[in-house]
Structure formats: C-alpha cells, structure tokens
C-alpha cells in the first residue's frame, strides 16, 4: 500500500505563493501519475495539475500560467508550485498516485487565499 505525505499548505493573501509537497512511500516501476487535485467547499474533486512518468504534463485551463508541477523521481515526490494565487484557489488540496495497480491519495493539506 503506498502512502502519500502531503505538506506546504497554509495562508497567503490574493496574490501570494505556496508551493505544495507530496512524497510517497515507494517507488512504482510501472507507468504512473502523479497528480494534485482540490476541492472547495460544496464542490467536486477537480483535477489541477497532472505529471506522467513519460513526461507529459497537463493542467486545469483555471491554473495555466499561475502553477507548475514537477516530479523528482530520485526521491519519489510531486511538487506543486503555486503563483499569483487567488481567493478561487482556496480549497484542500489532494497528492494523487494513479497506475495499473491502483490508485492513491493523501491525507490533504488546505490552502486559504484571503483577499
């Protein structure tokens, strides 16, 4: 079972940084994902940055321009870089591992955008 560890939420005002963290237990050697996900209060699941393992790399129309996923698979970690942020981007924000083998979330870490 792998475990995922999120950390770097917190409170910034509208137009602030946060660079969100997840590191995972074990190391796939199959083709994987790993991805952030948010959902705010009274909304669904949505997905917010995605990184395959062949590099391709995909994000919500909403974060373009503002967040930047990268993996460092040394040490088995997804980072989500996030800039300019805006009081829609408050929400938990959710560390994602998808294969063939199934998939994993973490715990959750909040992030609060105040304006």
């Known amino acids: 079972q792998v475990q995922l560890v999120e950390s770097g939420g917190g409170a910034v005002q509208t137009g602030g940084s946060l660079r969100l963290s997840c590191a995972a237990s074990?190391?796939?050697?199959?083709?994987?994902?790993m991805a952030w996900f948010r959902q705010a209060p009274e909304k669904e699941r949505e997905l917010v940055a995605a990184?395959?393992?062949?590099?391709?790399?995909d994000y919500a129309d909403s974060v373009k321009g503002r967040f930047t996923i990268s993996r460092n698979y040394a040490k088995n970690t997804v980072s989500l870089e996030m800039n300019n942020l805006q009081p829609e981007d408050t929400a938990v924000y959710y560390c994602?591992?998808?294969?063939?083998?199934?998939?994993?979330w973490g715990q959750g870490t909040q992030v609060t955008v105040s304006s």
């Open positions: 990184a395959t393992t062949d590099d391709k790399i």
């Open positions: 074990e190391r796939l050697e199959v083709h994987n994902t």
């Open positions: 994602n591992l998808a294969s063939v083998l199934g998939a994993y």
